[in-house]
């Protein structure tokens, strides 16, 4: 069973920074893509930054330029660093990972999530 365990996020005011982490419990080469969305109440999850096995990333349209997400394969772990924080950032976050199967649906694999909160 795979685990995703995320950590850091927080409490920051508007303009600063934070940077969540997720650690998974199997090695990312066996994950196609491994990326973080993100939910407020009353709102569908939305996907904020993703990062597939070769390394190409992709982006919301309205973090572009100051999130940044990334990989340590050594640790098996994603980052999500967050800069230029605004009040609208405020989620919970969530990581996910991928793994495609030959002839099988893909599987999906979700963290417990991590509490942002942007004041102004």
């Known amino acids: 069973q795979v685990q995703l365990v995320e950590s850091g996020g927080g409490s920051v005011q508007a303009g600063g920074s934070l940077r969540l982490s997720c650690a998974a419990s199997?090695?990312?080469?066996?994950?196609?893509?491994m990326g973080w969305y993100r939910q407020v109440p009353g709102k569908q999850r939305e996907l904020v930054a993703a990062i597939d096995r070769g390394g190409i990333t992709n982006y919301e349209d309205s973090v572009k330029g100051r999130f940044s997400i990334s990989r340590d394969n050594a640790k098996n772990t994603v980052n999500l660093q967050m800069n230029s924080l605004k009040p609208e950032d405020t989620a919970v976050y969530y990581c996910?990972?991928?793994?495609?199967?030959?002839?099988?649906?893909?599987?999906?694999?979700w963290g417990q999530g991590a509490q942002v909160t942007v004041s102004s």
């Open positions: 996910y990972a991928t793994r495609d199967r030959p002839f099988r649906p893909t599987l999906s694999y």
């Open positions: 199997v090695s990312m080469f066996s994950m196609n893509r």
